[in-house]
């Protein structure tokens, strides 16, 4: 059974921080690339950040430079983070952790239920 867990959301500042969390449960996902993916409201969801297998790593134009995305494969779990910085308020968004069979960069076959990142004063 695979399941994918996000935690970390919640309300910052502009200019702040977040880390978000998801954790893989599924020995599936040490051998398939995982991604961020997010969707505001009215809008497509769409790609944040993905990270292969082997760590190579692409990010939306819109967050490079203020995103960095990791992951760590342990036996049956992988655990995938997504680190953000100098956060703006179109940043603004429900995150999803995506992971599994798919094309490169995403989208893959497993999603997570999703945490909401609000960015506001």
């Known amino acids: 059974q695979v399941q994918l867990v996000e935690s970390g959301g919640g309300l910052v500042q502009p200019g702040g921080s977040l880390r978000l969390s998801c954790t893989a449960s599924?020995?599936?996902?040490?051998?398939?690339?995982m991604g961020w993916y997010r969707q505001a409201p009215g809008k497509q969801r769409e790609l944040v950040a993905a990270?292969?297998?082997?760590?190579?790593?692409?990010?939306a134009d819109s967050v490079k430079g203020r995103c960095t995305v990791s992951r760590d494969n342990a036996k049956n779990t992988v655990y995938l983070q997504l680190q953000m910085t100098s956060l703006k308020p179109e940043d603004t968004a429900v995150y999803y952790c995506?992971?599994?069979?798919?094309?490169?960069?995403?989208?893959?076959?497993?999603w997570g239920q999703g945490t909401q990142v609000t960015v506001s004063s």
């Open positions: 995506n992971g599994g069979p798919g094309s490169l960069w995403g989208p893959y076959s497993y």
């Open positions: 599924g020995s599936i996902f040490s051998i398939y690339n």
């Open positions: 990270i292969t297998v082997r760590g190579s790593t692409n990010y």
